[in-house]
């Protein structure tokens, strides 16, 4: 983390010795205490470098503010004491500090295809198949460069199995 940090005992005593206090100059950090918030660049964090965490001022002062338990205990854990006064009213509106973590994606189920192919070509194990032959299709499976260094992605051709066979009327 680059910029000033200052160690949180200067405002609270009772900290650990190896957390800081300051704001950060990199955006999308993961709080350590509300998984679902990632802070803004700008945003004032708690840093204990030791355990490799970062907690936002405003879980920090939401945790305080709605008592919750799970926080604090986690806060404690950390090394950052109950009740420090970051000069933050009841009223003052934090949001603007973090945004919602973004959720992964839901992997798509692979695209296959039982059928009689349109065509000639070669199975992923060398085989070879006519026009007219049944083949499973695995579309987008495979993720290869051509001669000019262009990436794409390729279909892979495989036996279909009897079960797939019936299972496709083909």
């Known amino acids: 983390m ?12 009772a900290a650990g010795d190896g957390v800081y206090f300051g704001v950060t100059d990199f955006g999308n950090i993961p709080c350590a205490v509300y998984p679902d918030r990632v802070m ?8 204990i470098p030791e355990k490799k965490a970062h907690v936002g001022i405003a879980s920090y002062v939401d945790a ?19 009740g420090v006064n970051f000069g933050y009213g009841p009223k ?30 070669l199975f992923e194990d060398g085989g070879r198949f006519r026009p007219g032959e049944p083949v499973k299709i695995l579309f987008r ?12 992605f390729r279909n892979v051709y495989v036996r279909p199995t009897p079960e797939e066979l019936e299972a496709a009327g083909v």
């Open 92 to 121: 003052d509106d934090l949001t603007c500090t973090y945004a919602a973590a973004k959720k992964p994606r839901a992997k798509k189920a692979d695209s296959v295809k039982v059928m009689r192919a349109d065509f000639a070509g």
């Open 2 to 13: 680059k910029g000033t940090w200052m160690k949180l005992r200067t405002l609270a005593p």
């Open 141 to 152: 499976k495979k993720f290869v460069e051509d001669v000019a260094g262009v990436k794409k």
């Open 64 to 82: 305080q503010r709605n008592g919750d338990e799970a926080a604090l205990a986690k806060l404690e854990s950390l090394g950052v004491p109950r």
């Open 40 to 47: 803004k660049k700008g945003s004032t964090v708690i840093w």
